[in-house]
């Protein structure tokens, strides 16, 4: 129990550091959030718990294969938010990222890959 709390805690202090920093700093939280911190401290706490390395290598690997399905969202929001408000883009960009992650799937079945 003390280990999920310590995971839950230094994990929610990395996210709300980098909202600190990006309230004062929109390039350099932008800049530290686009690291990818949140798949460190998850392959990190996979290794302490004792995941085997074919595990956490397959992690990376399927995180990999969600990045192209995501970056569409990227471009969409700022747009959606500055025409529609916070809310709309959010949803906006939820059901954009499910489309895009639907039709990459097609994709990669149509390779012999599936991520889904």
């Known amino acids: 129990m003390a280990f999920i709390l310590t995971k839950l805690f230094i994990t929610a202090g990395f996210i709300a550091l980098i909202t600190e920093?990006?309230?004062?700093?929109?390039?350099?939280?932008?800049?530290i959030a686009a690291l990818p911190l949140t798949t460190l401290l998850v392959i990190f706490w996979m290794h302490f718990e004792g995941a085997s390395d074919a595990k956490?290598?397959?992690?990376?690997?399927?995180?990999?294969?969600?990045?192209?399905?995501?970056?569409?969202?990227?471009?969409l929001f700022?747009?959606?938010?500055g025409k529609f408000g916070f809310f709309t883009a959010t949803?906006?960009?939820i059901l954009l990222?499910?489309?895009?992650?639907?039709?990459?799937?097609?994709?990669s079945?149509?390779?012999g890959t599936r991520i889904l």
């Open 97 to 107: 990222t499910m489309f895009c992650i639907y039709v990459f799937n097609i994709f």
């Open 21 to 31: 920093i990006a309230k004062r700093s929109d390039k350099f939280g932008g800049m």
């Open 56 to 75: 956490i290598a397959n992690h990376i690997t399927y995180t990999l294969f969600f990045i192209a399905p995501t970056l569409p969202m990227f471009f």
């Open 109 to 111: 079945e149509a390779i």
């Open 78 to 81: 700022p747009w959606l938010i």
């Open 91 to 93: 949803v906006g960009s």
